[in-house]
Each structure stands twice: as C-alpha cells, then as structure tokens.
C-alpha cells in the first residue's frame, strides 16, 4: 500500500463517519419533533370538559349536615366505616335513591377517615347533586 492509498481510504473512512453523524442528526431531529407533536396534542385536549358535562347533568343539588354521632354507638374500631354507612343511608333516605345509585367522593371518604378508624367527625357538611341518570354523587361543601 501506498500513501496515497492510505490517504484515501482515511478520506472515506471521515466520509462515512460524518455521514452517520448526519444520519444520527436527523433522527434525534426525528424525534424531538414526534415529542413536540406530542405535547401540541397534550396542550389542544381541555381537561375541564369532564367538569362541564358533570355541571351540565345536574338536575338536582342539596347541602345537607349529616350527623354522624351514632357511629360512636359500638366497638371503637368499626366507628369510621359505620360513619360511611351512616352517611349512606342519609343520602338514600333524604335524595330518595337506590344505595346502587350513590357515589362518595374520595374527599368525602378522607374527611371521615382523617382521624383515623376510631374518631370519625360527630358530623360532616356535604353537597349532593342528582345527574340525569339517577346518579347521586356526594361531595364536600364547599369551604370545609
């Protein structure tokens, strides 16, 4: 082999190497922009669509102060989840639902729970809302 055959074949060797380098370029390009596809997409869906079909549904709204202190009546470590029964009940009887029917909100279920299995609330301050399906979802009132 010569120098100038040596000469060449680094030549080539730099070539193709910057040619990958130019193939790699064009992919992370790729990808960067499949990501920035991603998040406009992320960006253009509105979340608060879930809220305003809830609020379009209601057909019926109450707050109610439901009393909880016969929770207190029996063995101190079932007082929490009779609250929640309790709190059930009171719904089914004053919205005039199926128990079926009747979803309490996490929010709802921590207030009760927040003191643990023992001390639930003597009472708690809830709204109820009827949807057009029959559904009574139960919330917190609002400021507490």
């Known amino acids: 082999m010569s120098a100038e055959e040596t000469e060449m074949e680094e030549e080539l060797v730099e070539e193709e190497s910057d040619e990958e380098q130019a193939e790699e370029a064009g992919e992370a390009e790729e990808v960067a922009e499949e990501i920035e596809g991603e998040a406009e997409e992320e960006e253009e869906k509105p979340a608060p669509e879930e ?31 009779r609250a929640v029964r309790l709190l059930r009940g009171f719904i089914v009887r004053h919205m005039k639902a199926d128990e079926d029917s009747v979803r309490i909100k996490n929010e709802v279920n921590e207030r009760i ?24 979802t139960v919330r917190l009132a609002e400021g507490d």
């Not at 305003?52 to 007082?79: C, F, M, N, Q, S």
């Not at 927040?114 to 009574?136: C, F, L, Q």
């Open 51 to 81: 809220e305003k079909e809830e609020e379009e549904d209601i057909v019926e709204e109450r707050i109610y102060t439901v009393p909880l202190g016969r929770a207190w009546v029996g063995p101190r470590k079932k007082h929490s989840p």
């Open 113 to 136: 729970w927040s003191r643990g299995i023992e001390k639930p609330p003597r009472k708690v301050r809830i709204r109820a809302t009827r949807d057009s399906e029959g559904i009574v």
